[in-house]
């Protein structure tokens, strides 16, 4: 670590962070800021690597004024990293060479809600909270659930977020139907359309979700919507070995059960979990199950599983 920030040193970087910051405080103000607390913020992680901040963080209002933020810092070779609301496990918004943290909680808009088509597009500070509190009198919502309310649909789908919903919505990948994007030289790019049906060029959308902001810094995302089940139900189910548990699993996914949620945890874990939350589960492999269907599918599918297990 030494010898690579010595390098960043050597090559001027210092000098090149602050000309960009002086003229990224002429045209945003005190929407720039490099205050070591508010630094430190935008550089923690939850892992075991060191808190790593970046030089500054500028909060942008729109698409636009991100394109000139990154057209700046490229023209002065200064890192970005792209800030949502800093959930995530792995690290993606740490500045290891320091740089310009953009952070998108004022690009916190529903731009639009297409209820008969299932669709709508949001911006990329919108968070998954937010947008399921919008479509809630709609009886609509969006089914991705990486575990962290506030995470942002921008960081969602620059990570390719998956969740405990996954097995039956599948994850980003499958629920994101284009992506606004800024490239590196503050072009904005938008990948595709709201047409599902669609075979034309490359598929970007695919490309971008995932990439963790390293082939452009997401504005904006479209995203697939679905209707709030009218039955969730909840089930723990227990078994004398992992190997079993998979069985059912499979089994139950082969017949095309309405499960939403699936989880597993071996003994170990169940311990742990009795330990924290001071419960007395049986100690011995065990899934976690949602079902979501209809007053009648929903407890017909219980059963099924049950007999499966």
Same mark, same amino acid.
């Given at each position: 670590?030494?010898?690579?920030m #010595?390098?960043?040193a050597?090559?001027?970087? #210092?000098?090149?962070? #602050? ?18 607390a ?10 075991w690597?060191?808190?790593?901040p ?5 909060? !942008?209002?729109?698409a636009g ?34 740089g310009?943290?953009?952070d998108? $909680?004022?690009m ?5 809600? +297409? ?10 500070? *919108? ?15 969006f089914? &991705? ?19 405990? +919903?996954? *097995? ?25 359309g709201?047409?599902?049906k ?15 902001g ?24 227990p078994?004398?070995? &992992?190997?079993?548990?998979?069985? #059912? ?17 071996d003994?170990? $874990? ?28 929903? !407890? ?8 499966i297990?």
């Amino acid at each position: 670590m030494a010898t690579a920030m #010595a390098s960043v040193a050597d090559d001027g970087m #210092a000098g090149r962070v #602050a000309a960009v910051v002086g003229i990224l405080r002429q045209r945003f103000g005190d929407r720039v800021q490099t205050g070591e607390a508010i630094r430190r913020q935008h550089g923690h992680t939850l892992t075991w690597i060191a808190n790593q901040p970046p030089d500054a963080v500028v909060w !942008p209002d729109t698409a636009g004024e991100v394109a000139e933020i990154v057209a700046v810092a490229a023209g002065f070779r200064v890192p970005i990293v792209p800030f949502g609301a800093g959930t995530s496990l792995e690290g993606q918004v740490n500045a290891p060479r320091g740089g310009i943290s953009i952070d998108f $909680q004022r690009m916190n808009r529903i731009i639009e809600v +297409n209820e008969r088509d299932l669709d709508c597009v949001v911006e990329a500070g *919108v968070s998954r909270k937010q947008l399921n509190e919008h479509l809630r009198d709609m009886g609509l919502f969006f089914p &991705v659930d990486p575990g962290a309310e506030e995470a942002t649909i921008g960081g969602m789908a620059a990570t390719r977020a998956s969740g405990t +919903n996954a *097995v039956r919505y599948g994850t980003m990948r499958e629920n994101v139907l284009y992506v606004s994007v800024v490239l590196a030289d503050g072009r904005i790019v938008k990948t595709s359309g709201r047409a599902r049906k669609s075979a034309a060029g490359y598929d970007l959308t695919r490309l971008l979700v995932g990439s963790e902001g390293t082939l452009g810094v997401i504005t904006e995302v479209g995203l697939r919507l679905y209707g709030i089940p009218e039955v969730v139900l909840s089930a723990v189910c227990p078994f004398g070995s &992992v190997e079993g548990a998979c069985n #059912a699993t499979i089994q139950a996914i082969q017949l095309g059960l309405g499960i939403a949620r699936i989880e597993l945890l071996d003994e170990l $874990q169940v311990h742990a979990v009795n330990r924290h939350a001071k419960l007395s589960l049986e100690e011995v492999p065990t899934l976690f199950l949602e079902f979501h269907g209809t007053r009648v599918s929903a !407890p017909d599918q219980v059963a099924q599983f049950e007999a499966i297990a």
